[in-house]
């Protein structure tokens, strides 16, 4: 199993231009989330999916949008890049929030660099 | 909202000696759990708390809850230069939909 994946692992993006994050994992997860990870900040949620075709939002979801059309695939999109949203972008699923089953996974991260 | 506190966010270490990173919450948790990441990788899953007063070992780690469900700890003893770092806590009030995380504390090794 690959676990979790993200393409690309690293974006240079110009102020205003638009780009999607793809995550995917393999393991049959109900559960996907988006994180930015800033210095000092730690993990910050986006945004966060409970199933295929369900999305909510998170700790910071302004500039952003999600989709997951399906089970395996979440994306993340940035509709005009701001040099704000520069940082390390994380893919993590889970199989549930069951008190067992909750630990997340996570993908190798993102790098996004806004000039 | 629910706010996981890690404290202190920072700690340089000589090897050899134990340290302790710091958890607490404002509210009860349901479960707590630690992560780690090392330096330019991903946080990875180490051990999840569920149990009132519960203590977990893994090798030179030690993992507490507290009695209240409101705070935890992990101890690591004869620190060695693969224990650097940054440790995540993550934890989850009851009834909400998902886990907290904590700022995390970045460990710095000296050898």
């Known amino acids: 199993n690959a676990g979790v994946t993200q393409t690309p692992k690293f974006r240079v993006l110009k102020t205003g231009q638009s780009m999607t994050l793809l995550c995917a994992q393999d393991?049959?997860?109900?559960?996907m989330y988006w994180y930015r990870q800033d210095p000092g900040m730690g993990l910050r949620l986006i945004h966060y999916?409970?199933?295929?075709?369900?999305?909510a939002k998170g700790e910071v979801p302004d500039g952003y949008n999600v989709s997951r059309l399906k089970k395996q695939n979440f994306l993340l999109g940035l509709e005009s890049a701001a040099p704000s949203q520069t940082s390390v972008y994380f893919c993590a699923s889970s199989l549930s929030p069951g008190a067992n089953q909750e630990t997340q996974y996570f993908g190798p991260g993102t790098r996004l660099l806004v000039l | 909202g629910q706010q996981v506190m890690q404290i202190p966010q920072y700690q340089h270490v000589q090897e050899g000696e134990d340290f302790t990173t710091y958890c607490n919450s404002s509210?009860?948790?349901?479960?707590i759990q630690w992560y780690k990441q090392r330096p330019g990788g991903h946080p990875v899953f180490l051990i999840q708390?569920?149990?009132?007063?519960e203590v977990k070992k893994q090798k030179r780690l030690t993992f507490q809850f507290g009695e209240a469900k409101k705070n935890s700890s992990l101890h690591i003893t004869a620190t060695q230069t693969t224990d650097v770092g940054t440790y995540f806590c993550a934890g989850r009030a009851g009834g909400n939909n998902r886990l907290a995380f904590g700022k995390g504390n970045q460990v710095v090794v000296i050898p």
């Open positions: 393991m049959n997860h109900e559960y």
């Open positions: 999916s409970v199933g295929e075709g369900t999305t």
């Open positions: 708390l569920v149990k009132s007063g």
């Open positions: 509210t009860t948790l349901s479960n």
